[in-house]
């Protein structure tokens, strides 16, 4: 099992900015390296949706409501990943979760299996 911690949220007047922060470690020390890695984000009343995700190999996907204003990248820390948010609009408001995907080898023959991982998410409020 792999853990997602996300950080950097709060409360930013509108037209701020705002940088989140999600690492990932795993119980008793095991090792892993995670695929896809990227932020959702809820708002009140709302379905989850896609901000951002970055591959492994650092292709970045961005749903075209989301293109200007959110950049995601990879920290310089292994499984490590941030999503920088500018120009902040009340609509933003919402709770960010940090996600990410694990494949991993588990025999000689290659056979992998896929696991999916969140954090518990970190609330984001825009407001004068």
């Known amino acids: 099992q792999v853990q997602l911690v996300e950080s950097g949220g709060g409360l930013v007047q509108p037209g701020g900015s705002l940088r989140l922060s999600c690492a990932a470690s795993a119980a008793s020390g095991r090792t892993f390296n995670l695929n896809t890695m990227g932020w959702y984000r809820q708002a009140p009343g709302q379905e989850r949706e896609l901000v951002a995700s970055?591959?492994?190999?650092?292709?970045?996907n961005y749903p075209n409501s989301m293109k200007g204003r959110f950049t995601i990248g990879r920290g310089n820390a292994k499984n490590t990943v941030y999503l920088q948010i500018i120009s902040l609009k009340p609509e933003d408001t919402a709770v960010y979760y940090c996600?990410?995907?694990?494949?991993?080898?588990?025999?000689?023959?290659?056979?992998?299996?896929?696991?999916?991982?969140w954090g518990q998410g970190t609330l984001v409020t825009v407001s004068s």
């Open positions: 996600n990410a995907e694990e494949i991993r080898v588990v025999n000689v023959e290659g056979a992998t299996v896929r696991a999916e991982y």
């Open positions: 970055i591959s492994s190999g650092g292709a970045t």
